[in-house]
């Protein structure tokens, strides 16, 4: 998807957008690391990639569903987008999904970088504007 679909997503709610980033970066508690501001998009959940993994490798599927629930996310809806700093541990998170049995999921690669930077960006920090409290 593109910003200009997430920035109609904000007030459509269309999509869920589920951010891969860690916890800190989205709570906007630790520093992006690239020159930006650290928060997240107003409607967005969190689930940080590392979540997903052991040891390098995927947890099992049960695991991972219970990983998005645990976030508000339900791993097999079909509105799902993922995203994260620069759109390639989004790419994690799309993956996990798959395993899971969700196949549509979808990519908004511009990602954290290109939201933060837009003139007039909304950027929430904490629990603000979360659908749902995130762990």
Not at 47 to 58: A, E, K, M
Not at 68 to 88: H, K, M, N, Q, Y
Not at 124 to 131: A, F, K, Q, S, Y
Request: proline letters at 5%.
């Amino acid at each position: 998807v593109t910003l200009a679909d997430v920035r109609r997503n904000v007030a459509s709610r269309e999509f869920t957008v589920v951010d891969a980033r860690s916890a800190g970066r989205f709570a906007g508690e630790a520093p992006e690391p690239r020159p930006i501001p650290s928060g997240h998009i107003r409607g967005s959940f969190n689930v940080p990639f590392t979540d997903l993994l052991q040891d390098g490798f995927f947890k099992s599927p049960a695991e991972l569903a219970a990983a998005f629930e645990r976030a508000g996310v339900d791993a097999r809806a079909d509105d799902l987008v993922v995203s994260c700093g620069t759109g390639v541990t989004a790419c994690v998170l799309a993956l996990a999904l798959a395993v899971c049995g969700n196949d549509a999921v979808r990519l908004y690669d511009g990602s954290w970088s290109e939201w933060a930077v837009q003139d007039g960006a909304e950027i929430l920090n904490g629990g603000e504007g979360v659908g749902r409290a995130a762990p």
